[in-house]
């Protein structure tokens, strides 16, 4: 670029991922430009559930309290017969990597407030409104990204060394740099219903219900506070502008709600679709969340998958505006997080053509198999592509991984009690299984940890531990890899590991190589 850029980083759509990018970003210390075609926050639901995961992200941010008080966490995911028996329940209650509860709902004007007051607190967020993209020029030094003030018409062009759409479904990033979507084979309508209960009103429902009823496949769910949400797929009998009319809705609603009993918020007629963009990173300009890939919402992933898109794209641009790494590294940010994803896509499509059964007989057999099948004990957790992964062997490289509480021992000032990231900060993390890792790193290796400004820790069972495993769950996860060293990416997924600590010169050395360094 021959003149100043405006930020080190275009951000286009200012939903959670947008809000997420630009936090992490600016926290890195980079300006970021964000772009939103809203005049306000969008005041209506769309997204409604977090996991453990996107929660430990929100750690990293310094914002987990901040979002625990907008959402109630979800304990239950039921599956029930056309008669409303039990046919599954999912887990929602087990013991996840992150420390953190399982699932969670939220209202998502709520949630983005929450990501909004953060990003208006940085000094670093610059947010234009009311700003549609018509145009983006990606070139050997820079990103042009033109936009068309909505109020007046105005055109203007901005500048940055990168730009990622994370503008949602109907990307304007990825039309105008020419992306494939490919569609992988699920859609089916249905009708969304958002309601706000009045005063003491239960309508007795779990916190997530799939009611597999062959008549009409519907879905319950409750928000935080007195928000709540139904689906109901629509078929080809229906009558689409009927349907969303109130007296229609109120219809639906009648085995739980009655008009004088809750508020209608939101009503709409919403595609559930499967698909993924192509590529995601061309150069300058990446796609991230629902302008990358789409799934049907059963598993409720859809949100999470483009937080966890964030995190990851996040720490690697951090790498290459900060000259450590070569652009180049932008290349593992699809193969690592589209393989991710689309074993989640997979999934969510399955249990989609599960639920959607409309004929009688079919869903008999699916009943039945699913009453004989035994319980689930944990979700689908998948290890990331290839890309800043170990290529070592062993059950660690590539998976999220575990987050203890610990107490952490500081000379002469007693210890510190906390979830491992916050104790540790954010950024590479070197662990040995009681044994400081840093002892054994060569000059070249020690180099290399300071420019990364990486941590190390020795973690133990034990209170004479540097950083004391309070629970045992991180001593156990160690063992059970037969491991005695880890390293773990500023995305809190393990790079690799090595059943001993004196071979963590050689995982650095390994991450050296992938980090694309220059």
Request: with cysteine; aromatic share 6%; net charge negative.
């Amino acid at each position: 670029m021959t003149t100043e850029a405006d930020a080190a980083v275009i951000v286009v759509g200012y939903g959670p991922v947008g809000q997420l990018l630009a936090l992490a970003l600016a926290g890195a210390g980079h300006q970021v430009l964000v772009i939103e075609q809203h005049e306000q926050l969008w005041p209506f639901p769309r997204a409604g559930h977090l996991d453990h995961e996107v929660m430990r992200i929100f750690q990293g941010l310094g914002l987990a309290e901040e979002i625990s008080a907008v959402c109630d966490e979800s304990t239950e995911y039921v599956m029930f017969d056309s008669a409303g028996r039990v046919l599954r329940e999912l887990p929602r209650r087990w013991a996840t990597p992150s420390g953190w509860p399982a699932s969670y709902h939220f209202y998502q004007p709520e949630l983005e407030a929450v990501l909004h007051a953060a990003a208006a607190r940085a000094d670093r967020v610059t947010l234009l409104r009311g700003w549609q993209v018509t145009g983006v020029a990606d070139g050997p030094d820079g990103v042009a990204v033109t936009a068309r003030r909505v109020a007046d018409g105005e055109q203007r062009t901005f500048t940055a060394g990168y730009a990622v759409g994370a503008d949602g479904a109907n990307s304007a990033v990825r039309q105008r740099t020419g992306r494939s979507f490919t569609d992988l084979g699920f859609q089916a309508d249905w009708l969304v219903i958002d309601v706000r209960l009045a005063d003491g009103v239960d309508p007795g429902i779990p916190s997530t219900g799939q009611y597999c009823d062959p008549a009409r496949p519907h879905h319950a769910a409750r928000g935080h506070g007195r928000y709540a949400r139904w689906e109901f797929m629509l078929l080809d009998s229906d009558d689409r502008e009927q349907i969303g009319r109130d007296e229609s809705i109120w219809a639906l609603l009648s085995d739980w709600l009655r008009p004088d009993q809750a508020e209608l918020i939101r009503r709409t007629v919403y595609t559930f679709q499967s698909a993924i963009a192509s590529p995601w990173r061309r150069g300058r300009v990446a796609l991230a969340g629902d302008a990358a890939h789409l799934m049907p919402p059963f598993l409720g992933q859809g949100m999470c998958s483009g937080m966890r898109d964030g995190a990851t794209l996040s720490w690697m641009l951090d790498l290459v505006i900060r000259g450590i790494s070569h652009p180049k590294l932008l290349d593992s940010y699809e193969s690592e997080r589209s393989a991710h994803v689309r074993q989640i896509i997979d999934e969510s499509v399955r249990i989609g053509r599960v639920v959607c059964l409309t004929d009688p007989v079919a869903a008999a057999a699916r009943d039945a198999q699913l009453r004989s099948e035994p319980a689930v004990e944990s979700p689908i957790q998948p290890a990331l592509g290839p890309g800043v992964v170990s290529s070592r062997p062993g059950p660690l490289a590539g998976r999220l991984a575990v987050q203890p509480l610990v107490r952490a021992q500081r000379p002469g000032a007693g210890g510190r009690t906390g979830r491992l990231d916050s104790v540790l900060g954010p950024g590479f993390h070197l662990l040995g299984l009681d044994a400081d890792p840093r002892r054994f790193l060569d000059r070249r290796g020690a180099e290399l940890a300071g420019r990364l400004g990486l941590a190390t820790a020795a973690i133990g069972p034990t209170a004479a531990a540097p950083v004391h495993d309070l629970t045992g769950v991180w001593c156990d996860w160690m063992r059970d890899a037969d491991a005695g060293v880890v390293l773990v990416r500023p995305d809190h997924y393990v790079f690799g590991a090595a059943a001993r600590p004196e071979a963590a010169g050689e995982l650095l050395a390994e991450l050296e190589d992938r980090l694309c360094l220059v």
